[in-house]
């Protein structure tokens, strides 16, 4: 069993930043990348950032150059730096992890609301 615990949603006005974390645990033997997704209400789940155990990152036009994902393979744990946040950045927050044995696991998602 594989667990990933989200954290650092939160409320913040336009312009604002927000840093989010996930943590996996349990029975995971190997992680290749780790990702970033979001879903607005109404709307389908997106990709948000995505990062190789590498190190290479890709971002979508939306969030480039304001958001940045990084991951400590010690801590099993990626993280989300989000800056100049925009109303339209408001969703839930989910967290994928993808194991080199070609399983995957979503945390639970945090809510993130920008205010204008």
């Known amino acids: 069993q594989v667990q990933l615990v989200e954290s650092g949603g939160g409320l913040v006005q336009a312009g604002g930043s927000l840093r989010l974390s996930c943590a996996a645990s349990?029975?995971?033997?190997?992680?290749?990348?780790m990702a970033w997704y979001r879903q607005a209400p109404g709307k389908q789940r997106e990709l948000v950032a995505v990062?190789?155990?590498?190190?290479?990152?890709k971002y979508p036009d939306s969030v480039q150059g304001r958001f940045t994902i990084s991951r400590d393979n010690a801590k099993n744990t990626v993280y989300l730096q989000m800056n100049s946040l925009k109303p339209e950045d408001t969703a839930v927050y989910y967290c994928?992890?993808?194991?080199?044995?070609?399983?995957?696991?979503w945390g639970q998602g945090t809510q993130v609301t920008v205010s204008s």
């Open positions: 994928r992890v993808f194991g080199r044995g070609g399983d995957d696991y």
């Open positions: 349990g029975s995971l033997f190997s992680i290749n990348n």
């Open positions: 990062i190789t155990d590498g190190g290479t990152t």
